[in-house]
C-alpha cells in the first residue's frame, strides 16, 4: 500500500494554483468598491466565476484604464476584463471568452443636448467629446478619429484619465459629452445623482463581444491552460449565462 501511494505522488501532476492581480475601477455597474472594501458588480461577478472554477487566488486593484492597460502589457497586472479583442492590444494580451456584448453610445446633458445620429455628427460639434485614454470605440470610429487628427483644427476629441473627470467637465459645459457603454449609463442613470441630467444619444457608435484579457507578460502557458479550460466549463454549466441574467444582459 506504502508503495503504490509513493508511484501515485511520484507519477501524478502536481498543478499549482496561480496567483492572479485583477484590475477593477470604482465605477458603474461593472466594479464598485463598497465603504466595506468589497468588490461587487458584474464583471467581479465574472471575475470570480472564472478565477474560483480555475482555483485560482486572487488580488483586485482600482486602476485606471489607460494606466491599466500599460502595466497589463508590462506584467504588472495579470487580468482585466471587459475588454476589446484587437490586433494591437493582442501582441500584450491574451483573450479568453466572449465574455459578453458591449454597446458604446453618446452620452450628453439632457439640458444641453445635440443632435447626433450619425458617426460623423459627433466629428461637427461646436464643443468637444471626452473619450478615455486606451479605450476603443470601433474600426470605424478609429479611422474617422485619425482622419480628424490629421487635420490642423481646434481639437474636437479630449482624453480623459478617469470617469470622473468627463463627468466634471460635460457639468461644466466644457464638452458635449462622452462616449460610454450603454449598460454604465443606465445603471448610473438610476444609482448616481451625478447622472440624473445625463441622456443617450439613439446612436450606436459601436457593438461588438469583449473578453478576459491576461498578460502574455506574467501569466504562464499553464496558468492560461488552466483559466482557458475553467472558461469552457462555466460555458457550459450556464454559470455565465446567470451573471448576464442577474444584471439583465441575457
Given amino acids: 500500500m506504502y508503495w503504490f501511494a509513493l508511484i501515485w505522488v511520484l507519477f501524478t501532476p502536481f498543478v499549482v494554483g496561480c496567483e492572479l492581480i485583477v484590475r477593477f475601477e470604482n465605477y458603474a455597474a461593472q466594479s464598485r468598491l463598497d465603504t466595506k472594501l468589497k468588490w461587487h458588480g458584474l464583471d467581479v461577478d465574472f471575475a470570480k466565476a472564472l478565477l474560483d472554477e480555475a482555483g485560482c487566488g486572487y488580488q483586485f486593484i482600482n486602476v485606471p484604464w489607460g494606466r491599466a492597460l500599460k502595466m497589463l502589457a508590462e506584467g504588472e497586472l495579470d487580468m482585466m476584463l471587459s475588454v476589446t479583442r484587437t490586433p494591437e492590444r493582442e501582441l500584450f494580451a491574451y483573450f ?31 464643443v468637444p467629446v471626452a473619450i478615455q485614454k486606451g479605450a476603443f470605440y470601433g474600426h470605424v470610429f478609429n479611422e474617422l478619429l485619425l482622419r480628424e487628427q490629421t487635420k490642423d483644427e481646434s481639437q474636437r476629441f479630449i482624453y480623459v484619465a478617469d470617469n470622473q473627470r468627463k463627468l466634471s467637465l460635460l457639468k461644466h459645459g466644457r464638452i458635449a459629452g462622452f462616449l460610454e457603454e450603454k449598460f454604465n449609463v443606465l445603471y448610473q442613470s438610476q444609482h448616481n445623482p451625478d447622472f440624473a441630467h445625463i441622456t443617450m444619444s439613439s446612436l450606436v457608435v459601436n457593438r461588438e463581444p469583449v473578453y ?37 444582459l441575457d
Fill in 212 to 248: 478576459y484579457a491576461l498578460s502574455r507578460q506574467s501569466v504562464s502557458a499553464q496558468d492560461l491552460r488552466q483559466l482557458t479550460s475553467a472558461f469552457e466549463r462555466l460555458q457550459h454549466s450556464g454559470r455565465l449565462t446567470r451573471i448576464l441574467a442577474k444584471y439583465g
Fill in 96 to 126: 479568453i471568452g466572449p465574455q459578453r456584448m458591449e454597446t458604446i453610445v453618446f452620452a450628453m446633458n439632457q439640458l444641453r443636448p445635440y443632435p447626433v445620429q450619425t458617426l460623423s455628427d459627433l466629428f461637427k460639434l461646436p
